[in-house]
């Protein structure tokens, strides 16, 4: 082992970002690999070198990387998470290429790889696991139920499936197979016990390679959605002294039965009956900042240091306070957790005092900037955003603050949930499971209906502002001034709750009048900040127009718009029973043929995007009398997919695969949503492009694991390529 002089980071996203921070603080020079669909993006133009790989799975090809390490004078290469990173033919031939490992020896990582065979293992070693099971849709053997299927080479939710009814067994099996092929290469599964109302607590491990290994306390990972971690945090409330003991001396003995070496995480459930072994990650976790705040260590430095030789000291630092992690992902709780993609215009954290590394208050992991495309080729985390208090109400205050007062704009995000969870009573008291998400509502917006409808009076404020700005002629005259009264000044916009919010004001001598906002008067307004006072209070609205969108951020609740323009360009008309793609995907599958007869909410077609498996079923009973689409076929958002023809409807003659069809700018009985708003619209307020239709008709996507809903403020590329891997590991 010596000194690394030039690392290669075979990952993307926040965790190459971060990796790269680490090493300018050493004095290493970095390395990025990058594919054709990332090639912008922020973690490649941050490297001191970068590789292109091409295709957007090549982060999932093993020889591309070492080739890229090869090529670009690397002498190790750190794996991140996700993608390669547990796996063991790819850490053996880094070091068949004579280049340092930043991780686990191969053995080690192929001991824990198979969460079957790791079971097993833990059994012998005396450690408690939950008894699990070998399924395939061939041999499903009794079990007891609810039972999970989950991946055996996998995680972060990749492959996993709850199973309440034996009748849904094997289709589980064979959906969770599918998407574990296609996630990690591996398509085994294995089932076990659905431990429910327990809790997701993991301990972090270091160990060197002179017999030294340290468990520096352990993680609650209990909020979770798609068996997916939203919300960390170090310590956790629930662990008492003894049992935080009871659960790192387990940990340490599972490091070395397999001879650890690096950092990694040794995961466990933690019910009425005690802690049960679940798997070891061989590998940094997406959540390790929590731990570097708690007890002031940097971790790749660490495992870089280890790479290198160095020896640990014998005793691991202690924990001082409680730091809280977030996941703040482009996806819409509010409809499935469905994926968002498109253009971020702007993403503003405020009162960051650290990124990718410690000593903050607030600290910043994030994958992307302003301005950059959010894709469907990778996971859709954007960043991490890490507290740290002396206390775990200070720190769930100060997280849950800056979350609200975060700009972000261009793309609908669960920021809002996570709020809503660092201020839900269970949360602050301790009050924790892994089902927290499904019992507790709390994808609400921030914003009610009346900061709703105030907000869309600072947008149309702002816009007249903004138009008085731009005038080439009497631009200093007061917006709608008139010698003689005339009507009201108006203007319309879309919430993302499918209503309308309709705007009427004049100003008067006496100020601003606006219809409907008795006692609201007029501060200021500008093109980008409007100031109200009401009811003695005064608000500013931060206001940012964008093609087809309005973003407006106040102390109410941050409110997205979509303006309504008074002469709409005409639109094509979609066929009554379409079936529309919910997002960019690949059709990975067709569950009926043609002509057919299905019923409503019979599985019609199954997409694949963001790494998961989307059902589209049938809106209606009827005739499957067109067929759009085949096996492998790559679609955008809103195509188009099938129509089914009710009793008593005709198919239309006309209508052709190739055929550009929009949604129909009038309400329908059995039109799906608009991607970027649900709810119908009415015609003589309809907005140019695509608009939304019934409602009723949204439950025509139903997601194999929660589905989740596209952002289509501006129109989506199309797949370009299988999807891949997630960036980062859940």
């Known amino acids: 082992m010596g000194m690394i002089r030039r690392l290669l980071v075979a990952n993307r996203g926040e965790i190459a970002r971060r990796v790269f921070r680490t090493c300018r603080e050493l004095g290493v020079e970095t390395v990025a690999v990058y594919s054709d669909a990332d090639a912008s993006a922020p973690h490649v133009a941050e490297a001191d070198h970068a590789v292109r790989l091409g295709d957007p799975r090549a982060y999932l090809d093993p020889e591309r990387i070492v080739e890229a390490a090869r090529r670009s004078g690397a002498d190790a290469v750190h794996p991140g998470y996700g993608f390669l990173s547990e796996n063991a033919p790819f850490a053996q031939a880094v070091l068949e290429a004579g280049l340092t490992w930043v991780g686990p020896a191969p053995e080690a990582i192929a001991a824990m790889g198979s969460k079957i065979e790791a079971k097993a293992m833990m059994i012998e070693a005396g450690v408690p696991v939950l008894a699990g099971v070998t399924v395939t849709p061939d041999e499903l053997p009794a079990l007891d139920l609810p039972l999970l299927v989950k991946a055996s080479a996998g995680g972060g939710g990749r492959g996993m499936r709850v199973v309440r009814d034996a009748a849904e067994l094997p289709a589980a099996v064979e959906s969770a197979q599918r998407e574990a092929l296609a996630a990690f290469g591996d398509g085994t599964v ?108 940097d971790l790749v430095r660490l495992q870089l240091e280890i790479a290198e030789g160095a020896q640990l000291a014998g005793l691991p630092p202690s924990p001082v306070g409680h730091a809280i992690e977030v996941r703040l992902y482009a996806e819409d709780p509010a409809r499935g957790w469905l994926p968002q993609s498109g253009v971020l215009h702007r993403f503003d954290v405020p009162e960051v005092d ?51 007062r975060t700009k972000i704009h261009g793309l609908t995000t669960n920021r809002d949930l996570l709020v809503s969870v660092l201020r839900h009573p269970d949360f602050l008291s301790g009050a924790l499971d892994t089902g927290f998400l499904d019992r507790n509502a709390v994808t609400a917006p921030l914003a009610d209906a009346e900061a709703v409808r105030i907000s869309g009076l600072a947008a149309a404020l702002a816009q007249a502002s903004a138009n008085r700005v731009a005038a080439r002629v009497l631009g200093g005259l007061p917006s709608g001034w008139r010698n003689v009264a005339s009507r009201p000044q108006s203007a319309a916009f879309l919430t993302e709750g499918g209503e309308t919010v309709e705007i009427a004001y004049r100003f008067t001598r006496g100020g601003l009048a606006a219809e409907g906002f008795d006692g609201v008067t007029l501060v200021s307004a500008a093109p980008g900040r409007v100031v109200l006072e009401s009811g003695g209070l005064r608000h500013a609205f931060d206001v940012a127009a964008y093609p087809g969108l309005v973003h407006v951020d106040s102390p109410l609740g941050p409110v997205r718009l979509a303006p309504v323009e008074r002469l709409p360009e005409p639109v094509e008309q979609v066929v009554p029973g379409s079936l529309l793609a919910p997002m960019p995907g690949t059709v990975l599958r067709i569950e009926v043929e043609q002509g057919d007869t299905v019923t409503a909410g019979q599985p019609v077609i199954v997409l694949e995007a963001m790494k998961m498996e989307h059902r589209i079923v049938s809106s209606a009973s009827g005739r499957l009398s067109v067929l759009n689409v085949a096996p492998g076929r790559q679609v955008e958002a809103g195509a188009v997919l099938a129509v089914i023809e009710e009793a008593a409807e005709q198919a239309p003659a006309d209508l052709t695969p190739t055929d550009p069809v929009l949604p129909d700018p009038t309400p329908t009985d059995s039109v799906l949503p608009d991607p970027v708003f649900p709810e119908p619209v009415p015609v003589e307020q309809a907005p140019p492009g695509p608009v939304p239709a019934d409602p009723a008709a949204a439950e025509a996507v139903e997601p194999v694991e929660p589905a989740e809903p596209v952002e289509a403020v501006k129109p989506v590329q199309p797949v370009e390529s299988p999807v891949a891997e997630p960036a980062g590991e859940q």
């Open 354 to 404: 650290a990124e990718f590394r410690l000593g903050g208050r607030l600290r910043l992991d994030s994958g992307v900037v302003a301005g950059d495309e959010v894709g469907v080729h990778y996971d859709p985390m954007l960043a991490k955003i890490i507290s740290y208090g002396e206390t775990r109400a200070e720190a769930a205050r100060r997280l849950a603050s800056a979350l609200a």
């Open 190 to 297: 294995f089932a076990e016990p659905l431990l429910e109302g327990a809790r997701h607590i993991e301990v972090q491990i270091l160990a060197d390679s002179h017999g030294t290994v340290w468990a520096l306390g352990e993680r609650e990972c209990s909020i979770q959605r798609r068996h997916q971690k939203v919300i960390e945090e170090a310590p956790s409330p629930a662990v008492s002294p003894e049992l935080r003991r009871e659960l790192c001396d387990t940990a340490i003995r599972v490091a070395k039965a397999i001879g650890y070496v690096g950092a990694g995480t040794v995961e466990f459930l933690l019910g009425e009956n005690g802690f049960f072994f679940l798997e070891m990650n061989t590998r940094l976790q997406v959540e390790h900042p929590v731990t570097e705040c708690v007890y002031g260590v």
